[in-house]
């Protein structure tokens, strides 16, 4: 809403104070306007006192830029006009390539995750464009380095254009075993906020055996080796294989034929499957 004043003297006629099309004007700020295109002044004694004239583009029109004149008039009165130029724009926005990223994960003491990326895009911006990190992942411009353990990220516009603008991400090194379900925020002056949802998962290496002790069978003197126990061993989110070494005057085997003093389990995938051990 802008505002200008007019009066009148010597008058033998209402003052008629007439809006362009597409405006609308009101005596009173903020309201009154109705889409009101004339307002008219009775003149007392012939004077018109000094009276505020408010003046707003109406509402839903479509993008353009609006020009117009108000004429403002007496009966025998020199005209006055005011030439008004007002513009529709479209609305600030922000987006991202991706509504979410998952796994972000890594095992415990082995952090940061390794990075993702996604694309941030901004048109019809009137400010900078800020992409705020949660509490557990950190967010960088530059892949590899620059990520920012806290805090926000801003985009510079040009022309109302932000981006594209590639954006890394990796959950935090040095936390707990835990899954992290946390969001990204992207949001400029005037437009509606996105978010990226991020999952990242910190996982504690496991390896499990079915027993902790195991009774071996006897054997007489100048006999042996004693009869197989056995126990069954296994683990998952590993970094590497299994090894199992036994103590001294003991031997392993995975198939009860061939014993060693060690043996190996292969993990695929970070997942040891649980494996008879004689």
Do not use: C, H, M
């Not at 583009?57 to 005011?82: C, E, F």
């Not at 695929?268 to 004689?278: F, K, L, Q």
């Amino acid at each position: 809403i802008q505002s200008f004043t007019v009066s009148g003297s010597n008058l033998i006629a209402a003052l008629k104070v007439t809006a362009p099309t597409n405006y609308e004007i009101s005596t009173t700020s903020g309201a009154g306007f109705a889409a009101q295109t004339e307002i008219q002044l009775t003149p007392s004694a012939g004077t018109v006192p000094t009276t505020t004239i408010y003046l707003r583009l109406k509402a839903g029109l479509t993008v353009a830029t609006y020009t117009g004149t108000l004429n403002i008039t007496s009966t025998d009165a020199v005209s006055k006009t005011v030439s008004v130029t007002g513009t529709v724009a479209n609305p600030p926005v922000v987006w991202s390539d991706v509504n979410s990223l998952t796994g972000l994960n890594y095992l415990s003491g082995n952090g940061p995750s390794a990075q993702q990326s996604f694309k941030v895009n901004g048109n019809f911006l009137t400010q900078v464009v800020l992409i705020s990190a949660p509490t557990n992942f950190e967010i960088s411009t530059t892949g590899g380095t620059g990520f920012t353990p806290t805090g926000t990220l801003i985009l510079s516009q040009s022309g109302g254009v932000a981006g594209p603008t590639t954006i890394y991400v990796r959950l935090k090194a040095g936390l707990a075993a835990n899954t992290y379900n946390e969001n990204i925020t992207i949001a400029s002056t005037g437009a509606t906020s996105v978010t990226v949802a991020l999952t990242g998962v910190v996982s504690t290496q496991t390896i499990s055996v079915s027993t902790t002790t195991l009774d071996i069978q006897k054997y007489t003197v100048g006999a042996g080796p004693s009869a197989a126990s056995t126990f069954t061993a296994g683990g998952y989110n590993l970094s590497g294989n299994i090894t199992l070494t036994a103590p001294t005057n003991f031997e392993l085997s995975t198939n009860n034929s061939t014993f060693l003093s060690s043996v190996t389990l292969t993990a695929t995938s970070g997942t040891v499957n649980t494996t008879t051990i004689y």
